[in-house]
């Protein structure tokens, strides 16, 4: 059974950085896509960015430059390096995991980001 656990998550003042992890269990990790997702209060789950099982990766334009996300194939591992925070990027952010190929995509359970002015 797979299961992602996200981490790293937290409250930080405008201009911070954090970094999540997103461990994952089952032996799937290292043929899958990868991706971080955000949900603000009443609003919909988007897209932040996507890292592919060769490191391609794909980010959404809001995050562009100040975002960088990478995967430890090893350690079946994902992360998300978060710079220059702004109160916009307050939402829970949430690890997928997922494969066109094989059709089945996974969601942890969500972490927390909070950014104070």
């Known amino acids: 059974q797979v299961q992602l656990v996200e981490s790293g998550g937290g409250l930080v003042q405008a201009g911070g950085s954090l970094r999540l992890s997103c461990a994952a269990s089952?032996?799937?990790?290292?043929?899958?896509?990868m991706g971080w997702y955000r949900q603000a209060p009443v609003e919909q789950r988007e897209l932040v960015a996507v890292?592919?099982?060769?490191?391609?990766?794909n980010y959404a334009d809001f995050v562009k430059c100040r975002i960088t996300i990478s995967r430890d194939n090893a350690k079946d591992t994902m992360y998300l390096q978060m710079n220059s925070l702004k109160p916009e990027d307050t939402a829970v952010y949430y690890c997928?995991?997922?494969?066109?190929?094989?059709?089945?995509?996974?969601w942890g359970q969500g972490t927390q980001v909070t950014v104070s002015t």
């Open positions: 997928a995991m997922f494969s066109q190929v094989y059709n089945y995509n996974y």
């Open positions: 089952g032996s799937i990790f290292i043929i899958s896509v």
């Open positions: 890292i592919t099982s060769a490191g391609s990766t």
